[in-house]
């Protein structure tokens, strides 16, 4: 069975109940989270052997977080413990025609001041077959885009599959180098993309001829084999492109699907219609985990469709972690997805 190793920062995750704004009420729900740990929660609930790797401060909000992940099944021999703070995000759910808001307190926490000599990569992923990464730990300070990409070059020297999330996020890029700068870089280590169109424009330059209104969600499929086959012809490194479409109706109602580009098939998957949505953050990350999976259980369309049915999932579900199985996710993928009670 593979064995899969992700790297970047778990957050402590504070969140207005329900749909309250932040501070509405003198109550925030604390739970943990973070885009690589949801990875490795969801490969663990599949019943893959996985470990997350970051850097973690000494004490009892640390050993929290640690607790909650093995309770997953997620290994977490690998975390370095330091001296510091963790980061936090804080989040308000929004309604209808009002959005989402995310507001990051990360500046300084361990993983951000982590340097070179605190991870040993060659230990850290002694055994595994495959490792996965986003845009974001590089994006939040030098020594963890330092970090990254050391890692993914220990990785395929190590003969390991390597996956990246792109998943760029302007409001960390703030250290000095931008995310084009860093991830052109990355992106040459890396065999399975994930992005979506915004991801693609900002963290690699590419981008279609007309790539349609990004903030107005609106998609044009054709587009994205054009901008996979763009991604390919500049990294031959890359085996496949999965691009996510999120057509945003309102913040209550998504309709998603995925399509993957292997430089020869474009497969495009079913479209969910999402109208009640319980929390989209780790969407993108419950399709990456699926995505994983997939690819290390069935073939290419099929691996597609698991991952998108496990992200549909993952927005009925309250906090980071999609807390599905696999055969709730090939009951989706396979049937109507109507809801009705399981009897």
């Excluded at 663990?44 to 009892?60: I, S």
């Excluded at 992923?125 to 990409?149: K, Y």
Aim: net charge negative; proline share 2%.
């Amino acid at each position: 069975m593979a064995k899969v190793v992700t790297f970047g920062e778990v957050m402590l995750r504070l969140k207005s109940p329900g749909y309250e704004r932040l501070f509405q009420s003198p109550v925030l729900e604390a739970t943990f989270g973070g885009g690589e740990a949801n990875v490795s929660v969801s490969l663990a609930n599949y019943g893959m052997d996985t470990a997350f790797v970051t850097v973690l401060p000494k004490g009892d909000i640390g050993d929290a977080c640690i607790r909650e992940l093995r309770g997953f099944g997620v290994d977490t021999s690998k975390i370095v413990r330091k001296d510091g703070r963790m980061g936090i995000y804080y989040l308000e759910t929004g309604a209808v025609q009002r959005p989402s808001k995310v507001i990051y307190d990360r500046a300084g926490s361990t993983i951000c001041e982590a340097v070179s000599a605190d991870i040993n990569w060659e230990k850290a992923l002694e055994g595994a077959t495959w490792f996965h990464v986003t845009g974001i730990t590089p994006a939040i300070s030098e020594g963890a885009a330092e970090l990254t990409l050391e890692a993914v070059k220990a990785a395929k020297a190590m003969g390991l599959e390597v996956s990246c999330d792109l998943n760029y996020r302007k409001k960390l890029w703030k250290w000095g180098k931008s995310a084009q700068e860093v991830m052109t870089e990355l992106v040459r280590y890396v065999d399975t993309v994930i992005a979506n169109e915004e991801d693609f424009q900002m963290s690699l330059g590419l981008s279609a001829e007309s790539s349609g209104a990004v903030e107005e969600g609106q998609i044009d499929v054709e587009l994205y084999k054009s901008i996979a086959s763009k991604a390919m012809e500049t990294y031959p490194n890359i085996k496949r492109v999965a691009i996510t479409l999120r057509e945003s109706r309102s913040a209550n109602h998504n309709d998603w699907s995925a399509c993957l580009y292997n430089g020869k098939d474009f497969f495009l998957s079913r479209k969910y219609a999402i109208t009640d949505i319980v929390d989209r953050v780790g969407g993108g990350d419950s399709f990456g985990g699926g995505l994983i999976y997939g690819l290390n259980h069935y073939d290419e369309k099929e691996a597609l469709e698991f991952a998108v049915a496990a992200s549909c999932l993952k927005h009925t579900i309250l906090g980071d972690y999609n807390r599905v199985t696999v055969s709730e996710v090939e009951s989706l993928a396979h049937g109507s997805g109507t809801g009705r009670v399981q009897r």
